[in-house]
């Protein structure tokens, strides 16, 4: 027994030592080490504890708009609840408008590089040529008997200093009163709300957000979240009621976050009746407010005032739109548990696209997205047409895109409801599964694109859509700038952060959802995920932690490897061996005489290019008794034989030259034209995670093997997945062939 081990062991060892020649990575070590710990708050299944608690804010908040002056103010009083286990001696409340300010963080230092050419625009943005007034101004900060309280402000971040710790399941009301000039979006980048100004009528569409200050959130993780705000990390709040009056000039029209509680004194007798035939049309939008009506309305120009009352129930953001140039449709939605309006607010720039397939976008993005998470639990859902950007609240987005002349090309329109489709999707991820984009942008960015691909796919076949191939160029890149997935939002860089937050992520679910999961079992745990922290505060930890749960799946590699590395996926065939068995003796009966099997062809250490010279030769023995150790049973040697006589036998090599380990798909074209494909899981990889060999018997003879070749797992060199390899031309010889016109 103990010569036996002696034997089993050293073999063993020889294999591993033989096998595993360059560094061992632990590519499928768990990440417990790399996320948060599980507690009583968030579980190891990554659903929500127990002892899960989060914070909340109720609002109620009067604005006026002074289109004077371009400026907003307002009073707004907040309830905040300490649902936490912690007395809290101090509270923080964001004041984004502040990142607008001369001297705090802006974006001038994005395109810092002087030209020898640049456009004025260009000057505007590095060096605040002409400077605009911006941030805030803090009138007063009270609580709910009128008494001051003290204040200090850091930036875009405010400090609330309390007399007495709020005590852990109590609540306090204060009030604060503010104003700020409203920005000229034009005149900044990345200007995702403030004003655009129409020369030609003279008149101003206002897109209002970031625009009161606004409880930080406090949780679990890290206590405060009071990063100051750099405009890419964009939001990190918490849930609430809000009762919203905004009065603006009598003309204008407003679009908001929220149920309108006041249309009888703010819409006409027409409007009103528009928008009941509205709520009962399924199939196509009614317009609220025409064109022609729209067009009268940009010559009123009021000095009056009047005030729009609105509601909205359990969200994290209000935001609202103000003009007198908009055209307005709507359209009702059905959705298996609540029906929503669907509509469109846009200025006569925006028709005739806008008028024929915004409300249509906003319908197929509630539709595909609830089917995939939850269905939408808000009444409205709103798109405003704007310039250049796109931009999400709940209930409310802003998005770009635009004809000239009345025209638009195909791509320019693609653009545009895949921006729409994309900002109503943000709806779910991060409005209700509400994620910390101030530190986790790809958490929102990167699910949400998957979605919204998801929509256009299914909605909009003849579109482009987003596919492994789509993030090669990128994964390929210069590693010394690449970062990581698992890269906090304002540390990526500005020509990147679109690859790395939005497309990456998205790829690395469509292969989770498509080759390595499969659809069925990957949607229901991403539903799951997605119900599990509805109105609550996921992290990444369980994100990863659910679907693993929910799938049964040990998906520890894939996350260490696609979101904590900047490795890519390249794959190489390096070799295709081909055996043949044939039987050199006939008579097999006589068990005692040893029969001898050997390959066709010629044995030779030298690596083919191809299959035409044939199989190489093996010569295959009974196995002797000592091979069995202990196990007195033997195995059927006839019937083994007897299954491989003449069949194909091809032993395959592959390299993982990039880093990232990732299933193995095998294309198999035969002499007669058929195709076969094999699977190989991952797991594959794991006592070698540098090169495998895996062997298969075919019935018939193969002419060529290729990976990957639906392209699945975004390879970033095809060119070394064939075999015979596939010749391609040197960038010389193409010099050449093209110069001497070959």
Known sequence: MRRFLFFLITTILCLSIQAQTQKWQGK?????????????????????????WQQRADYKIKAVLNEANNTLSGEETITYYNNSPDDLSYLWIQLEQNVNKKGNEDFGSINNGIKDGMNARQMQFLTRAINFPAGYSIKYIKDQNGHAIKSLVNNTMMKVL????????????????????????????????????????????????????????????????????????????????????????????????GSHQNSDHVL??????????????????????????????????????????????????????????????????????????????????GLPVWQEESTKAIKHALEVYSEATFDYPYPVCISVNTSNIG?????????????????????????????????????????????????????DEGLNTFLHQRTVAERYPDFNSTTPKSIVPFMSGDKNILRPIMTTSDNELMSQFGANFYLKPTVGLQMLRNSIIGKELFDQAFKEYANR??????????????????????????????????DNVDMELTNVKWFKVFEEKTNIEDQKQKSQFKIEGENTTVKAKD????????????????????????????????????????????????????PVTIEWIYTDGSKEIDKLPAQIWRRNEYEVKQTFIK??????????????????????NSFPKVETESEFDAFKNKETGN
């Open 162 to 257: 309390l007399e007495e710790p709020l005590k852990s399941g109590t609540s306090m009301t204060f009030s604060i009163a503010w104003s700020y000039p409203i920005t000229d979006r034009s005149m900044y980048l990345l200007s995702r709300e403030g004003y655009e100004y129409f020369p030609e009528d003279d008149n101003t569409v206002y897109l209002i957000a970031h625009w009161f200050p606004r409880m930080a959130v406090y949780n679990d993780t890290e206590g405060w979240q009071n990063q100051q705000f750099q405009k890419l990390g964009e939001f990190a709040l918490e849930f609430g009621d809000y009762e919203v009056e905004i009065s603006v000039p009598e003309d204008h029209i407003v679009a908001s976050t």
């Open 533 to 566: 922290w509805k109105f609550k505060h996921p992290n990444p930890a369980d994100l990863f932690r659910t679907l693993e749960d929910a799938t049964a799946t040990d998906l520890d590699w894939f996350f260490r490897g696609w979101f904590f590395t900047t």
């Open 28 to 52: 499928f070590e768990p990440i417990d080490r790399m996320i948060a710990p599980p507690n009583t708050y968030r579980a190891a299944s990554g659903a929500p504890g127990k002892a899960y």
């Open 391 to 443: 931009i999400e609240f709940p209930m409310i987005s802003f998005n770009g895109g635009r004809a000239i002349n009345g025209k638009m090309s195909d791509a320019a329109k693609q653009s545009m409801i895949g921006t729409i489709i994309h900002e109503v999707g943000h709806n779910w991820f991060p409005m209700i599964v509400s994620s910390d984009e101030r530190k986790w942008m790809w958490m």
């Open 611 to 662: 299959f035409s010279s044939g199989p190489e030769v093996i010569n295959m023995t009974t196995t002797p008794d000592a091979a069995y150790g202990q196990f007195l049973s033997r195995l059927d040697e006839t019937e083994i034989r007897k299954q491989v006589l003449g069949k194909n036998i091809y032993e395959v090599s592959i390299k993982n030259k990039g880093g990232l380990i990732m």
């Open 699 to 720: 019935e018939k003879e193969v002419a060529e093997v290729n990976l990957d070749p639906n392209f699945e797992f975004a390879d970033v060199d095809t060119t070394n």
């Open 268 to 349: 006409s007798k027409t409007q009103q009746n528009r928008m009941e035939t509205a709520r009962n049309s399924f199939d196509k939008p009614v317009m609220i407010i025409t064109k022609e009506e729209a067009e009268a309305n940009e010559k009123t120009k009021s000095k009056k005032l009047k005030t729009w009352k609105f509601k909205a129930t359990n969200v994290r953001d209000f935001a609202f739109a103000s003009s007198r140039k908009f055209l307005w449709d709507a359209q009702a939605v059905k959705l298996p548990s609540n029906t929503v309006m669907a509509m469109s607010f846009y200025p006569k720039e």
